[in-house]
């Protein structure tokens, strides 16, 4: 992959303890100690039942590809490079679903129902995303 020139995330709030997490390798999401609902993406509260019971939860990082497109024209900085790309909805393990980047796979190779892994591409000093390949 090319250097990191994409926009970074913002890392405040109910969204910092995922991104340490992913600063140091883990995929994490949240799981409710009242219903055991997972949720992604990062929340104050239980997307299910309310509840501000909510914990952070390491995910086993793997899931398959729910529904993906190849993008093959992107004329934004940070993303032209890498066209063309594959973007997907994973639904990982815990049943939850989240946007990412399939790498390390040809488009043509891509299907729904690949299994996948989580893998993290270091953005800054500070940042790693979190990105899909093949399992």
């Known amino acids: 992959m090319p250097e990191w020139n994409k926009p970074l995330p913002s890392v ?3 969204t910092k303890p995922y991104w340490d997490s992913c600063r140091r390798g883990d995929l994490v999401i949240q799981k409710c ?3 055991n609902e997972y949720q992604f993406y990062p929340r104050g509260i239980c997307s299910n039942c309310w509840s501000n019971n909510i914990q952070w939860v390491k995910s086993t990082g793997r899931g398959t590809i729910w529904a993906y497109t190849v993008t093959y024209q992107n004329r934004t900085l940070g993303f032209a490079q890498d066209v063309p790309y594959i973007l997907a909805l994973v639904e ?3 049943g939850v679903k989240m946007f990412t980047n399939i790498v390390e796979c040809e488009t043509s190779n891509v299907q ?3 299994p996948v892994e ?3 591409v270091q953005a ?3 940042i790693s995303v ?3 390949r093949p399992a």
Do not use: A, H, K, R
């Open 118 to 120: 989580v893998t993290f």
């Open 124 to 126: 800054s000093n500070q």
């Open 12 to 14: 405040v709030g109910e």
């Open 130 to 132: 979190p990105y899909f």
């Open 33 to 35: 100690d009242d219903c």
């Open 92 to 94: 990982l393990d815990e």
């Open 112 to 114: 729904i129902g690949m």
